[in-house]
Structure formats: C-alpha cells, structure tokens
C-alpha cells in the first residue's frame, strides 16, 4: 500500500532525532518500530493501561494515543532517558531495592510516571502518589511495593536536594 | 545418581535475604526484551481474522483478494494446518482452538490469518477475506448449557456414564470425598444450603501475547515468544505443524505476567505456519481486545452447597456441586474445582460433585490457582452463614474444623505437616482484628488452599575459571525467581550471591522442563539446583583431591571450600571454590553439574485472608479498608518476592470479588473486551496490603520450600463477601459484588425488612 | 490518509470543508486514536487543532472564561482562577481518565465525541457554557447543551469546529459541583453523573439553579423539575429528597455493561443531592 509518510524532526531524551511515519502511526508504534526504543510497552493500544507512558514536552502522555506526526518540533523523553549515565534515577534504583517489579512490563511506565510526579510534587502522600499512578495499570504486585518505592525515591530526592542546597551555601560563604 | 530430597533443618546464611535481583536493572532501564521486543531481518507482520460470531458454520473462505494484495506474503486458514496429531483430542482441541475448523466456537475465534511486509497492508488484507458463515444458536451460560434442549458446542461430546447417543455439554462429571453425607446431615442440629454464582475473569497480564516465528523449508525452525513454558511449547508446536522436536528451538522471552494464561499455545502454531508459507519470519503480536476475546480466561460457575453442623461448632455433613464452563474445550477445571472445595477441612462425612460443561466462550486456561477461587467462595461464604447460624466466632468455627498433620483430605491423600492451623491462629490475633469499625464498615475472613505442583525439572550449574558460577534453568521468571534460584545456588555451593548468574534456558539448552505452573517455579528448578551444585561439588572435591594428591574420600565440602579431612593433611589449606575452578583446565577441565529428574515431594499450601470494607449504602460502591494475608509459604528464599506473590494474588482476588467480569450479550459476543471496562484494580483502588509469612517446612524438600505463588487469590472473594455481609447486613451470593448487585441487594433487604416491620406492626 | 497541522482557525476549516473522504478533528485524541485503532471510523484526512494559537489558550477576561479546544483538561486543573470561580467544571474536567489522558483530553473534544456520560458536559451545561462555533459560513455562539445530538452525534454541520468554550464569571453567591459514579476510583466512564450550579439570595435561599444529568439518557439532560425542586429552599432534606425524585423522574437511561436502568435512575437520585449540597456551600450556603 502507498500512503504518503509523514517526516518528523524531534527530540527524543535530549537527541535530536528523525523518522517517517505513517500519518495514522501512532508515536509509540514510531519509538519501537522505527527509533529502536523499546523501553515504551504496549498493554492495551487505547490509554487504559500507562506501560507506553512517555513525556511530551514535559507532560505525561500515552504514546498510543499520540500520533507520530505530532512529535513534530516537540520534545519526548522515555524511560531510557531516566538514567545519567552509569547512575540510576533513586526512582529506578528504588523500584530495585524494594521489589516493587515482578514481570516488570508495567515499569517503565510507572518510572515514567513516578518522575512526572515527583518533578511536580517532590513530597507526595500517598494518596497522591496512588491517584498519580492510576493510569498505570500492575497486575503482579497490587500496588504495594510500587507504592513505597516512589515513597522511599521522593525521600532520596529530598535528601539530594537539601545536600545540593547547603554545599551552594557554602561555596557561597 | 539420587538424591535425598528429604528436609533438613539447617541455618541458612544468603537463602532468606532481601536481595537486588538480576534483571532488575534491565527491567528499570526498558532494556529487557519481552515478547514483542525482538525483530529478526526480514520480517513480516502477521495478523489474525477472528469470528464475529459466537457460534457458526464456516460455508467457505475466500482469501484470493488478500492474495493478491501487494506485500501480502502468505495467508492461512486451517486448511494450513491440518491434523497431523492423528485426532489426539487433547492436541486437536489445541489445534482447533488456534483455528477454527469448519465452525467457529466463540466471538473471537481465529478463522484464518495473515503475513504482510507491515500492518497497514496485513490489516487491508483481513479486510478482503471474505468468509461466508451460517449462525449457529449459542450458549453462554453454564446453567443454561446444561439444560437438555441446549445448543451443543462439541457434537463428539458425550456425558461420561450418560446416554451414548446423546449430544450434550457436559464433557465430564467428577465426584470426591469419603464417609456418608447423608447420615451427617441427618445427625446434623442444622442444616445450611446456599447457592453461588460467579462471572468469568481474565488473568489480566499486562504484556499481550505476542511472538517472533521462523521456519524455513528445511524443517528447522526458531520461535521467540512470551510462555510460561517454552518446552511445552516447543512440543506442542512440534506436533502441531509436524516438525521433529530437536530442530524448533523455543527461546523464552521475558515474560510479561502470565498467571496461567501463557501456559499452552494460541497463536504461535498461526505464525509458524504463516512464517513456513512465506518462508520469512513472522512476527505476531495480539492486541488486548484479541486478549480478552480469545486468550486465557477463567471459568465462570454456579455452585451449591450444603453444610450440616452441632451446635458446638463441628461439621457432620457437606455437599458441593460445582459447574463450571470451560469455554468451547473441555478441560478439568470443574474437577479441580471440587478436590479444592473442602480442603481445607477435617470433615468425616464429605462430598463434591463437579461438571466440566461446554459454552460458546474463548478455551478456558488456568488461572492462578484455577478453579479454586470460585469453589471458596461458595464453601466459605457459606462456613460464615453457618458459624453465624450457631452463634460461633467464625475464626474459631474454622479452627474447630482445620484440617490437620494426618487429616484425610477430601480429595484423597492424607496430610503431612501443613499450615491451615496457624494461618488461622494468626488471623485470631491479628492486629486488624483489633481496630475498630465505623458505620457502615465490616470485616471478614476467609481461608484457601491450593496445590502445589513438581514435575519435569532440568538444571545445569557451570563453574567458571574465576569461580563465578552460571546456573541455567528451563522454568520460566514469572516474578524475580532469577533471584531466588540464585540465592540456593549461592547457599548450596558456599559462594556470594553476586557470583551466581542464572538463565532462563533455551531449548536448545536443557532438557525438557515442565511448564511453569502449579507455583513449581522456585520449588522444583530450586531442587534441581541444589542436587545439581551437589554433583558440581562432588566434581569440585575431585579435583581438590587431584590438587593435593590425595584420595578423594579424603576430602569434604565446607562453606564454600574443600577441606582435607584427617590428621595427616592438617598441613593442607582449605581449597576454595575459586582456587579449584582457576586450575581447572589442567584438572580435568570445565567443572560441571547437573540435574534431571521428576520433582516429587511437592507440598500444599493455605492461606488465610482478613478484609475490612467500607459500603456506600446508597450506590453499593465498597472501597477495601484494610487487608491483611497469612500464608503458609514453607521457607521463604527471598522474602520480597514471597510478599510480592501474596500481594499480586490478593489484588487480583480482590478485582475478582468486586468489579471484574466477562460480559457477554444476548448476540454472545464479549462487550468489555478491554482494560476500560473489564476493570482490573487500579492503584488509587486499594490499600496497603499487609502480609504475614508463615514458614512451615515441606518435608518433601531439601530446604522446606513450597509454592507460593497461587493460594491467596483464593480466599478473598469469600473474605470480602463476609465483610461486606457484615457491613450492611447483606449476604452476596454473585460475584462480582459489583455496585449494581451490592445495591440491589440492600434494596431487597430494605424492603424485606420493611414487609416484615409491616407484618409485626399488623400482628 | 493525511494527516494536516494548520495554524489557523480558518485553515482548519477550509481543510474540513474541502476534503473529499472523511475528515475528523484531532484534539487531544484521546477518543478519536481510540476508534481509530478499533477501526470504527477511517478518516482520509485528520486535522490536529494544537498548532493553532488562538485554541490554545485559557483566558480570563471581564466577561468571563475563554478556553481553547486545544487547551487540556490538565491546563484547566492548573489555571487557579478557573478553579476558583467554577470549582465544578474544573473538578469535572480533571476527572476524565489518567493523569497520562489529562495531558491531552479537552473539554470541546469530550463535548464534540457526543458520549452521554462525558464528564466535563453536566458541569458545561450546569455552569451554563457557550460553545464557539467556527464553520465556512462564519462564527456562531451556542449553549453547550445545543451541541450533542445523540451518543455519538452533534449538531455541527458540515466543516464546522468548536473554537473556544466560554464561561460567564459567577454572579453574586454561586457554586458549582460534579459528582460522578464509577466501580473503580479511577480509570473509569461515569455510569452516571451529576452537575449542579447554585446561585444563593439573602439567607441562603436558593435563587437560581440548574441540574443536569448525565448518562442516563442519550443526551445530557437539563432537569427543569429538579431546579424547580429546590429553588426558594435553603437546601433541606425534603427539598434534597424532592430534587432527587425529580432527577429520577427524568433518567430515561438503558442497561448496557456499565450499569443497569435501576441502578443508574436510583444512583442519579443520590449524586444530585450529594452534588447539590457541594454545590451550596460552595456558594456560601451553611
């Protein structure tokens, strides 16, 4: 079949990047099947269950319900954009430490969405981190562990912060 | 060589510790490879044309436009799979299932499929097949499908013991138990019967399946696919497309939960035939709607039962008849359904009678503990109907009726040690027990049971020349048992947990290993580790003997090290395991061990499950409070992982007791066949869900372990039935207890209760 | 198909009326890519509105609120005079789907997919919204309750797009509030719902009010009877159980795999009162 495809100039976890896509192709078929990341999982193909979770200019999205041709101009980042360098996120060395995968499909996901969160609400309770990560569906762990590894990261990132705020300080003084 | 399997107590120094797992990093970093994360050169796009129809002939197929569609390189329909298993019934439903044969069975059912260079073009191209079909009348319901002017799904099916001429839905009738039911409901002071209805559910694994298929002319052949059972796969497949065993290699991918539902084929037979035809690799991945409509589920049942009881609290007399539908093939979830009823219970008078019955619905396949769930929630909604009836706590009703060590179960064998008992003691004391409720909250308990399974085990543990050890296993890693095999590799050969490096074998690799079921994972591969380190380790003493020079009854294995015994080696410094295995090229080469054999000695588990809800007494909404699991897991490898399989299993039972369900319409097609409305539990959904790990060593193993994996998706649909009972006074007997039902519920009893008011105040 | 990005009203719409085969457009979506990937609808050419500035945007002006069809129900949550003046709206908008759907849903999109248990419309109607109209033959300003025609269909004619929804500023004592029910807390679609706008006169009488229902019909539905109920109360339980009556009165809903006719008329009842008392002391009332 001959459709016209689509030319997209974006970026994706920082590198700019290029494809073409089918106009109808979704960003999250665009990431696995023509860039190579295949950190974005597809559950459901329709928004309900979050393992496609990417960020789209700084929003969390389900890239199944984003076309690739939107990508256009925008920024994206997945979960292979989480680590810096050879250091994990506290969120994905937290997620280790406490068990909180046992398949691990629905992960990169909820790191994804754990970030988003965190970025935006550095403290959450834990009611806030369960709404938070509604959209992310689990059917190994019924929640628990993931719960109290975003709760264990948002401690580190606090911690992090404030050793970050008083060496400022000091090299102030 | 034998091994003694028996349990020795003994302190564990690594096995029992919370350690990082392996694939950990992989799995944070969206570097693991699930079933849909490989590509081969060259590959197609295969995609499956599925019945609209619940039930119908199948006139004719015509694939001629498809055909012609350019970069459409092969379509199939069962024509492309002919019966090559000699109508083996139990291979040939299988076969039947993965295409449909001349009728269509359910709403979903694959009729035939295409390979094409992407998916657009193979999407075009299922639109051009044309396939002319004739309605047949369906059956959905159980009940219904038993009834005798039923539309028939299998016309070979005939009722075992039942007229031989006559077609009919019940492909098989099981009876267990032992003593006189009749005679203990007779010395009974009362009688309790109650019947029960539960929906169909789904496993829910997130990753749907999904496969990367290439066979070639030559008869070779390789298949990358998301299973829980890669060797059964590959015989399954084998047989099916009339390949020799040896030359299709399986290879498990990470696996993307399976719960079950991954443990026999569906499309993977499809895309091996489609990748033979167009001589190409064909990739098949199935979208969550064919998931839901054509994979996996779950029996829906109706079920009754009777129990007799004294008044001080001890069961004369209980009766369970159970059906259960699975699906368009028969299969022994009815069956299972009844040896699991009563098992938890010291009963001297005890029977179940279990139909396996035929619907227009997708193939049943197991599903966590199958079959038990429902048959609980009937038996012990009904012990708290019972011990409220006699005025008895319903923690001590139970425990006055546990089974015990010696206890005849009601399905046959006689009990060793086992932990019903003090998961109900446990429960007695429970913290929980103690906060107190608010208006409109209840609290219930239920208790499960489950089997656990051994089978067919294959393990190799190689040592290399730095003495890091690589242990290669045929069990697929359901939920970070990479970590916990690693831990008795570790523990058995005396050397750090981060030496070990286990993999999931190929089948290429190993001999043939059993499916990934029965929650066998960790106990049976954890056994065939430990016997196969003992046969590295006899190996190892060898070569230490080689070292020094000295017989080899001469020296022992200690903590990691060769040790030479005897006065006249106290010269002799203890080899470590490192040491022995650098030299070993000059010793006699790669140091080796091995393991291949049945697993036998298997446990059985229990569990007990508290559950407090809160219920909206004007929608019947119920939100879980508080939950609480107590689970007999004998020795727990890696706890994290035990807790995690006891939370995972409890969620699910909680989304069965609550909203999950298969909906079908009057036309029997699925209407919810997606995460939208089949509504699995979500996070803001539940609470923190506290567990209590019991270890209660099974005899039948080297290191006391059972499974653990299953028991605790059984007894929260009874938990939360009692505790919703207790809530607004409102006995559920459908699940789910979703708002509508709930609502209904507590309407009728206003009602009743208004009539009665009416009657007394008229009086 | 195609798929067009313009950067103008006006080129979105001359790209609507001048397709040939099927042209839909691409807000959020959150609905349409839905569909799309269930093969339901396969549009020739597929027109995404977030690239034009003046849909973008949520501007609060002295006659009220303006907010763009392509502006998220996320950007709605986040606009803090929106959420002081109409609570309701805001609350019903942030209700649909995920945090990942907030991201992209809209309210014009919800509006213009036409689903009797659209969240954000009871909330629209109740806070009496206007839709702006832009088609070939220019721009027109409707009530929002004029837009769905069925579950599934608008009142839009043919190269027409919905640019803007406006909100007046609350007058004098008024609040707003939107109760829905769900089987899950989250991650679901309303099997019913419930909006309601209170405006309060001198001693926390009720002046003005407008109840609406949704997913209990193939609309949403404006229920006259349930205002009349309690207008001139101060909102007490025989005005509550009289408004109750009257929402169940006007639900003419179907059993389908959401919900049954009874439970939806019984559970309308109870988010109309639940809504309404939110709404009144949102309003002031005590």
New interface residues.
């Given amino acids: 079949m001959t459709v016209a495809g689509v030319h997209v100039s974006t970026t994706i976890n920082g590198d700019a990047v290029e494809f073409v896509c089918h106009p109808g192709e979704v960003l999250l078929d665009a990431l696995r099947n023509r860039v190579g990341l295949i950190g974005a999982k597809e559950g459901c193909g329709t928004g309900d269950c979050g393992a496609c979770s990417v960020t789209l200019d700084g929003r969390l999205v389900c890239a199944c319900l984003v076309l690739g041709a939107e990508a256009d101009g925008r920024a994206i980042t997945t979960v292979e954009g989480m680590a810096d360098g050879e250091r994990l996120h506290p969120l994905q060395s937290k997620f280790i430490e406490h068990a909180a995968l046992q398949c691990g499909i629905c992960t990169p996901g909820f790191l994804v969405a754990a970030k988003v969160l965190l970025d935006r609400n550095p403290n959450p309770t834990v009611e806030e981190i369960r709404y938070a990560l509604a959209g992310n569906l689990c059917r190994c762990t019924g929640y628990d562990k993931i719960v109290r590894a975003v709760q264990a990261a948002a401690k580190d990132l606090a911690r992090d912060a404030t050793r970050k705020k008083k060496t400022r300080s000091k090299k102030a003084a | 060589m034998t091994h003694d399997s028996s349990y020795k107590p003994r302190d564990f120094k690594v096995v029992g510790t919370?350690v990082?797992?392996p694939?950990?990093?992989d799995?944070?970093?969206?570097?693991?490879?699930?079933g849909?994360?490989m590509s081969a050169p060259g590959q197609l796009v295969g995609m499956i044309l599925r019945s609209p129809h619940a039930h119908a002939e199948i006139r004719k197929i015509d694939t001629s436009r498809a055909e012609k569609?350019?970069?459409v390189k092969a379509v199939i329909t069962s024509d492309d799979l002919p019966d090559r298993v000699n109508g083996r019934r139990d291979m040939l439903d299988i076969l039947e299932n993965c295409m449909a044969r001349g009728r269509a069975l359910y709403d979903g059912h694959a009729v035939a499929a295409v390979a094409a260079i992407d998916?657009?073009?193979a999407?075009?191209a299922l639109k051009l097949i044309k396939v002319d079909y004739r309605k047949l009348p369906h059956v959905t319901d159980v009940d219904e499908a038993m009834r005798d002017d039923a539309p028939v799904v299998q016309p070979w099916v005939r009722t075992p013991g039942g007229d031989a001429d006559k077609q009919t839905n019940v492909a098989q009738v099981s009876e267990f138990g032992h003593g006189d039911v009749e005679a203990g409901f007779a010395e009974a002071d009362l009688v309790i019967e109650r019947s029960y209805k539960t929906e169909q559910t789904h496993?829910?694994?997130?990753?749907?399946h999904a496969c990367l298929a290439s066979v070639g002319p030559d008869g070779q052949g390789e298949l990358w696919v998301t299973t829980q059972g890669h060797y059964t796969f590959r015989n399954q497949c084998a047989q099916l497309l009339g390949m020799d065993i040896a030359k299709l290699k399986v290879t498990s991918s990470?696996?993307?939960?399976?719960?079950g539902g991954k443990t026999h084929v569906w499309m993977e037979p499809v895309a091996l035939a489609l990748s033979r035809k167009a001589n190409r690799p064909v990739k098949l991945?199935l979208?969550?709607?064919e998931v839901f409509r054509a994979t996996g589920p779950t029996c829906s049942t109706s079920i009754d039962i009777k129990i007799g009881a004294k008044r001080d609290g001890r069961i004369t007399g209980a009766l369970a008849v159970l059906r259960y539908q699975d699906g368009a093939f028969p299969g022994i979830w009815g069956m299972l359904g009844g040896m699991t009823a009563w098992a938890c219970y010291d009963l001297a008078n005890v029977k179940s009678v279990a139909y396996d019955v035929l619907v227009n619905r997708p193939k049943v396949a197991a599903y966590r503990a199958p079959s038990a769930p429902m048959a609980a929630f009937a038996v012990e909604s009904t012990m708290d109907i019972v011990a409220e009836a006699i005025g008895m706590d319903p923690v001590d009703f139970r425990l006055m009726n546990a089974a015990k060590e010696g206890t005849r179960a009601s399905y046959g064998p006689t009990y060793g040690p086992i932990g019903i008992r003090p998961t109900l003691e446990a429960v007695k004391h429970h913290p929980q027990r103690k906060v107190k409720l608010g208006p409109n909250q209840g609290r219930g308990m239920a208790c499960g049971f489950w089997f656990n399974f051994g089978g067919q085990t294959c393990s190799t543990v190689n040592i290399g020349v730095d003495g890091t050890v690589n242990v290669s296993v045929g069990t697929v890693d359901?939920?970070?048992s990479r970590a916990s095999l690693s831990l008795i590799a570790a523990e058995e050969l005396g050397v750090p947990y981060e030496n070990v490096k286990c993999t999931i074998a190929d089948t290429a690799a190993l001999g043939h290993n059993d499916t990934t079921e029965g929650s066998r994972g960790t106990f049976s591969s954890g056994m065939a580790i430990i016997f196969a380190c003992r046969n590295a380790i006899d190996v190892l003493k060898a070569r230490a003997a080689k070292m020094w020079e000295i017989p080899e009854e001469e020296v022992e294995w200690r903590d990691g090290q060769a040790v030479a015994v005897g006065v006249k080696h106290d010269n002799l410094k203890p080899l470590t395991l490192a040491e022995i295995a650098r030299k070993s090229p000059n010793t006699g080469g790669p140091i080796a061990g091995h393991n291949e054999a049945v697993a036998d000695g298997a446990g059985v588990s229990f569990a007990s499950h508290i559950c407090d809800v809160e219920v909206d007494p004007?929608?019947?909404?119920t939100k879980i409070l508080r939950y609480a699991v107590i689970q007999d897991a004998g020795k727990a490898i890696h706890p994290?992982?035990v807790?995690?399989?006891m939370?995972?299993a409890?969620?699910?039972g909680i989304g069965w007791a609550?909203?999950e369900e298969y909906?079908y319409g009057k036309d029997g097609r699925l209407?919810?066949p997606?995460?939208?409305?089949y509504?699995?539990?979500?996070?803001?959904?539940?609470p923190?869900?506290d567990t209590q790990i019991l270890e209660i060593p099974n005899p039948g193993h080297p290191y006391g372990i059972r499974g653990v994996g299953e028991t605790s998706i059984v007894p929260p649909l009874a938990a939360i039935g009692n505790a919703v009972s207790n809530a607004v006074g409102v006995r559920m007997n459908h699940v789910p207890m979703?708002?509508?039902r709930i609502?209904?519920g507590i309407?009728t009893q206003r009602q009743a209760d208004a009539a009665e008011l009416g009657k007394a105040s008229a009086g | 198909m195609r798929y067009e990005a313009p950067t103008s009203t006006r080129d979105a719409v001359t790209l609507l009326s001048r397709a040939k085969g099927k042209a839909l457009v691409l807000a959020g979506g959150s609905d349409l890519l839905v569909r799309m990937k269930g093969g339901f609808v396969e549009p020739e050419l597929i027109v995404d509105i977030k690239r034009i500035p003046a849909m973008q945007a949520i501007k609060k002006s002295a006659s009220g609120f303006r907010i763009g069809a392509a502006a998220s129900c996320a950007e709605m949550g986040e606009h803090a005079a929106l959420r002081k003046a109409w609570p309701g709206v805001v609350e019903a908008a942030n209700l649909i789907g995920s945090d990942q759907i907030q991201s992209r849903c809209t309210v014009v999109g919800n509006l213009c997919n036409a689903s009797p248990a659209a969240d954000s419309v009871p909330a629209l109607v109740a806070a009496g919204a206007k839709a702006v109209v832009v088609g070939p033959k220019g721009r027109r300003t409707v009530a929002v309750e004029k837009i769905p025609a069925g579950p599934g269909k608008t009142t839009l004619k043919a190269g027409e797009v919905i640019e803007a929804i406006t909100l007046p500023l609350p007058k004098g004592k008024t609040g707003d509030a939107y109760l829905r029910f769900t089987p899950r807390t989250e991650m679901d679609i309303a099997v019913c719902s419930a909006g309601v706008c209170l405006t309060l006169g001198r001693g926390g009488v009720v002046e003005k009010a407008r109840v609406v229902l949704g997913a209990v019909a193939p609309t949403v539905v404006l229920v006259a009877a349930a205002a009349k109920a309690i207008v001139g109360t101060k909102l007490d339980d025989e005005a509550l159980a009289a408004l109750a009556r009257a929402c169940e009165a006007a639900c003419v809903p179907i059993d389908d795999k959401r919900g049954t006719v009874e439970f939806r008329t019984d559970v309308a009842g109870v988010l109309a009162k639940r809504a309404a008392r939110i709404a009144y002391q949102r309003a002031g009332g005590k």
């Fill in positions: 919370r990082p797992r694939d950990g990093l799995k944070v970093t969206g570097r693991a490879r699930y849909a994360d569609l350019p970069g998916a657009e073009t999407k075009q496993q829910g694994y997130i990753e749907p990470e696996i993307g939960g399976g719960f991945v979208t969550r709607d359901v939920g970070g004007e929608t019947g909404a994290d992982y807790e995690g399989q939370q995972g409890a969620a699910q609550l909203n909906i209407q919810n997606g995460f939208l409305d509504r699995i539990p979500v996070c803001s959904d539940l923190f869900i979703s708002p509508p609502l209904k309407k």
